[in-house]
């Protein structure tokens, strides 16, 4: 049984920093390519970063580049975000998923498991 459980979230200032890990089970993490997306409140769920499986290459939304960043650890199946210069824009869900594959992707639809979530809250 494959999952995908996030945690590090929480409520930090504006300008703050968080990070955020992702702890994968019951699957060969290192044939996966990994993503982060998040869910506003009263919003769709959004893409904010990916990775490719072996972390070769990465891609980010345009509102958390620079700003983002998305790495991976194969030896320890977890994936993270470290989220600098966080602004009340970034308060949402945050989700990891997994998809079967070497490259990553930015369409929900490419990807098959998916964590619970954890909340960040920044507030101004």
């Known amino acids: 049984q494959v999952q995908l459980v996030e945690s590090g979230g929480g409520l930090v200032q504006a300008g703050g920093s968080l990070r955020l890990s992702c702890a994968a089970s019951?699957?060969?993490?290192?044939?996966?390519?990994m993503g982060w997306f998040r869910q506003a409140p009263g919003k769709e769920r959004e893409f904010v970063a990916s990775?490719?499986?072996?972390?070769?290459?990465?891609n980010y939304a345009n509102s958390v580049k620079g700003r983002f960043t998305i790495s991976r650890d194969n030896a320890k199946s977890t994936l993270s975000l470290q989220m600098n210069g966080l602004n009340p824009e970034d308060t949402a869900v945050y989700y990891c998923a997994a998809r079967s594959g070497r490259y990553y992707s930015s369409r929900q639809d490419d990807y098959h498991y998916w964590g619970q979530g954890t909340q960040v809250t920044v507030s101004s």
């Open positions: 990775v490719s499986w072996s972390m070769s290459n990465t």
């Open positions: 019951g699957l060969t993490f290192s044939t996966y390519a």
